[in-house]
């Protein structure tokens, strides 16, 4: 594969960190972004600063992007997978690699390689196996279809760690959904339980069985990291985690605990917009995250099953 003009759909978090990961790798010509907040007014001019301090092109359009990439990537939030696939695929030459990082089921993955494939392009899913900006293009990733194995020889000459797992789509996508399940799952455990414990006052004797039952987890640290993240993330948390859902839906299996995930994460989110946790730095303890989330849902007129 001859991969020179790399194109990052999504200049979020991901895509800045994949962007200048990716630029001073060997054989690298240069990397583009494209993102509608390059358009919008309350978002353009330091968004376009960000890309040209860093010797990023920003382009003008999605098209634009895809036409001068070799290698396009997809990094936006899970709901909006399928409509990034929808319009790349319009433009994207014969030969191009798609790879796409988003958090989506397996379902979802199939439906946007059918569309990029119908036209010459190549479609590689990726399942990211944990944050990415402890790692930056390091981040472990599965990869998944039929030039998964060629991918990953390329991404692995740039440093990354790329694990080809199949060349049936869905595969490395179900890997990730399921673990997400399980962690997403856990961080909205975390804020339900300790935020609880918090309001009854009881803390500092739910932590120690935690740490009895789970002694290689230090149960204070996890717990702010949680609270941290969701405030952070929250709503890019529940996207993914409806996709999980769905995940388990196509597994024949109701996603119960998947969707409660999804609406504890969605909460959470909507009070960070509200400006709840306003100046908590991230690395605030659970416990100032807790007592902002409390203070909030027992002012009046508030909804107390908000939580």
């Known amino acids: 594969m001859d991969l020179q003009h790399i194109g990052l759909i999504g200049y979020g978090e991901v895509g800045k960190t994949f962007a200048l990961g990716l630029l001073p790798q060997p054989g690298v010509a240069g990397v583009g972004a494209w993102d509608l ?3 919008q007014p309350g978002t353009r001019d330091a968004e376009l600063v960000h890309a040209t301090q860093h010797g990023v092109t920003a382009h003008a359009s999605a098209q634009a992007l895809c036409t001068a990439s070799d290698l396009v990537i997809s990094a936006v939030t899970a709901s909006h997978t399928l409509e990034v696939a929808q319009q790349a695929a319009a433009h994207l030459r014969r030969g191009t690699v798609f790879l796409d990082l988003n958090s989506a089921s397996p379902g979802t993955k199939q439906h946007a390689a059918a569309l990029i494939e119908a036209r010459g392009a190549h479609y590689v899913e990726a399942g990211v196996m944990t944050s990415v900006p402890p790692y930056g293009i390091r981040v472990p990733m599965l990869l998944g279809g039929g030039k998964a194995a060629a991918l990953a020889a ?4 740039w440093g990354m760690d790329a694990t080809p797992v199949s060349e049936q789509l869905g595969v490395a ?3 990730k959904m399921c673990r997400s399940v399980m962690i997403k799952g856990l961080e909205a455990l975390v804020i339900e339980s300790y935020a609880t414990a918090r309001q009854y006052g009881v803390e500092a004797h739910v ?3 935690l740490a009895e039952t789970f002694p290689s987890i230090d149960w204070e640290k996890q717990g702010s990291y949680f609270f941290s993240r969701v405030v952070q993330h929250g709503q890019r ?3 993914e985690m409806h996709e999980a859902a769905r995940t388990v839906r196509e597994a024949g299996v109701e996603p119960l605990m998947a969707s409660a995930v999804a609406h504890k994460q969605a909460s959470v989110a909507a009070m960070a917009r509200k400006g709840v946790f306003a100046g908590l730095p991230k690395d605030a303890p659970w416990q100032d995250y807790a007592d902002r989330l409390l203070a909030h849902i027992a002012a009046p007129g508030k909804d ?3 939580l």
Request: hydrophobic fraction near 35%.
């Open 173 to 175: 996508s179900a890997i």
């Open 37 to 39: 907040k390059f358009t």
């Open 304 to 306: 107390q099953g908000a």
């Open 154 to 157: 390329v991404l692995q000459g």
């Open 207 to 209: 932590l120690p069985t």
């Open 237 to 239: 948390r529940s996207e």
